[in-house]
């Protein structure tokens, strides 16, 4: 992964401006200044919000990807989440997955 691509503008808390310039190497970028590092259940749920934003231009609230999880993981589908995200859904995920800081959620 080349460390030197440049990253598109970034709001002053460090989310996309345009999250149609989102990529995977975007997203590489965003999770190391989260110290993340992605694994294929990471891209999973990266994935699956970026699917659900193309189809709708807004981000997934936290439960329709919990649910999309639970389809794997059962009841254990939140804390996952939240494992893999330690600092919070919009806090990393959204950010990660190219989403504009969702306005009226906290970023807990």
């Known amino acids: 992964m080349d460390a030197t691509v440049k ?3 970034l709001d002053e ?3 996309l401006v345009e999250p149609a310039e989102w990529n995977e190497a975007v997203a590489e ?9 992605l694994t294929d259940e990471h891209w999973d749920v990266i994935r699956f919000m970026r699917e659900y934003y193309e189809e709708h231009q807004i981000a997934p609230d936290a439960r329709y990807v919990i649910k999309h999880l639970s ?6 589908a939140r804390n ?3 494992k893999l ?3 919070g859904y ?8 190219g989403m504009k800081r969702p306005r009226a959620w906290s970023t807990g």
């Not at 389809?71 to 254990?76: E, F, K, T």
């Not at 806090?91 to 990660?96: L, T």
């Open 80 to 82: 996952a989440l939240f």
């Open 90 to 97: 919009v806090k990393q995920a959204c950010k990660i997955a």
């Open 29 to 37: 970028q965003l999770a190391r200044a989260e110290d993340v590092k």
């Open 85 to 87: 995200f330690a600092y």
């Open 71 to 76: 389809n794997r993981l059962g009841a254990d």
């Open 13 to 15: 808390e460090g989310y």
């Open 7 to 9: 990253l598109p503008d």
